[in-house]
């Protein structure tokens, strides 16, 4: 795995407290937009379809580290939009990085090389840049040729710096997987700590709406580029997640795991859907109705979707919910996928169900 010990511990922490506390919704990861503006126009998303008023707007530190103090959560990810392009960036990651939470700043490296001199390597602290695929599959799918060579370059001055460094990548119905694990072995030759994976979901404003995967399809996708990963690829993220993308490991969406804070407030109910907006963490937690979100609701919204900020935080609750669960994830750990056709867990419930009293999820 590319994550490390002691945002894992950091996670566990936070989730016994939670399961302590007898809270059945609470956040791993607080998805922070300061700003929509972009320096790229790619071709499959939905967030930087905003007027130009919105998009020169942007958040105050106050109002960043406000809405990370009033979440709670142990981990940060600054998307966007292109974070680099807020003129507090800085000061918003310092006050991140001095509250001890791990933070993923995203970003499309374009002017990252450049900034570098202005951050502090620290464990607490890593750069998350998008790479959709190797050169030619990335710069379509940012429309924008050179761009691959300029985050590639950016990597490496960045590794060289000393700062923690993963990748993240959102795959199309046109993925070549072979051309996939080949572009696995030259992003771990970069020497990143891990690298994230994703099918791209179909925002209504993207202006491609013809390569978003659905389910069947990306489960296909995924089982031919995963199967039989190799032990030298490390991916930022849980095994259960990356089985669940081969359809191996049965979960449902749980959005609460990565509540949104942007330009407009809180958003219901999730980074990717745009339900209206609340003033309040608790308002979102407590006024959301969360029941007509996910696969198991019906919502059309939500029939394909198989994204990480969903669902990582339901391969969280699946590997620590339960004895069976952690053994299972722990067998993933050391001894990788089975890859034969066979899930490697039971289907996992729809929804978690609340407790008479606060339980250690070990105690399932």
Known sequence: MGVPFGQMAAVLRHVFSQKLAGN?????????????RCNLACAGCGKIQHPNDILRRHLSVDDCLGAVDECGAPVVSIPGGEPLLHPQIVDIVKGIVARKRYLYLCTNALKLEEMLDRFQPSKYLAFSVHLDGPREIHDAAVCREGVYEMAVSAIRAAREAGFRVTTNSTLFADAPPEKYRSFFDQVMAL??????????????????????????????????????????????????????LKGAWDLECL?????????????????????????????LMEETDWDAYGRASGNPKCADCMVHCGYEPAAVE???????????????????????????????????????????????
């Open 191 to 244: 020497g990143v700590e891990g690298m994230m994976v994703s099918p791209g979901y179909s925002y209504a404003k993207a202006p491609d709406q013809e390569h978003f995967l659905a389910r069947d399809d990306a489960e296909s996708l995924f089982r031919r580029i995963l199967g039989k990963a190799k032990r030298s690829w490390k991916f930022n993220q849980s095994p259960v997640f990356l089985e669940f």
């Open 318 to 364: 699946a590997s620590l919910g339960s004895l069976r669960g952690m053994l299972a994830t722990a067998r993933l750990m050391v001894f990788g996928s089975n890859d034969g056709g066979v899930p490697t867990a039971p289907p996992q419930p729809v929804r978690p169900q609340p407790v008479s009293e606060p339980l250690l999820p070990i105690l399932d």
């Open 24 to 36: 059945k919704r609470y956040p791993l990861v607080l998805m922070l937009e300061p700003l929509f």
């Open 255 to 283: 959005p609460w795991g990565t509540p949104t804070y942007n330009l407009f407030g809180w958003q219901k109910p999730c980074y990717l859907l745009d339900e209206g907006y609340v003033s309040s963490f608790r308002e």
